[in-house]
């Protein structure tokens, strides 16, 4: 299990060089927040354990075993970011949260929730139950209660 750390690092070398073309220790700074000098160091154990290859001028470039890694929790960030937002967290939040999430969880609960996305996402057309949820987050009343007590 490799640590948190090290997974945002690779997930921001891959987001950041599918944006420029290419990643510099300035844009992993930036990315991460945090200052170049921890990016640098940071970087050098990465290229050590055969994650990324750090050259100065050239920046970093993700091996094939970091790509993979990388590309593992960028997974993990879309498919929570996209439940997150189904359940109606805004997107800057979710955003946030993703983040947070994509490291900690177990494998088949990201499975589960990732059928679950794509159950919502291929549905022919808006599902009538998260309009219900819509309604139940607002009014805090599931909308069948009033229809199923009419009927009664
Ligand atoms: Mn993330």
Not at 108 to 128: C, D, G, M, R, W
Request: aromatic share 8%.
């Amino acid at each position: 299990m490799l640590t948190r750390r090290t997974e945002d690092y690779l997930e921001a070398i891959l987001n950041v060089t599918e944006e420029k073309g290419y990643s510099k220790i300035k844009d992993i700074a930036v990315a991460l927040e945090v200052k170049p000098p921890s990016v640098i160091e940071m970087v050098k154990k990465l290229d050590k354990i055969d994650f990324v290859v750090y050259r100065k001028y050239d920046g970093i470039t993700l091996t094939e075993k970091g790509r993979e890694i990388a590309l593992i929790v960028k997974d993990r960030h879309d498919t929570l970011k996209a439940f997150l937002e189904i359940i109606k967290v805004p997107e800057k939040i979710a955003e946030k949260d993703a983040c947070t999430m994509e490291h900690e969880l177990d494998e088949i609960t990201t499975k589960q929730v990732k059928n679950l996305v794509n159950f919502v996402k291929s549905a022919p057309e808006y599902p009538q139950w998260l309009r219900y949820f819509e309604t139940f987050c607002t009014t805090g009343k599931h909308p069948c209660e009033e229809k199923v007590r009419r009927l009664k």
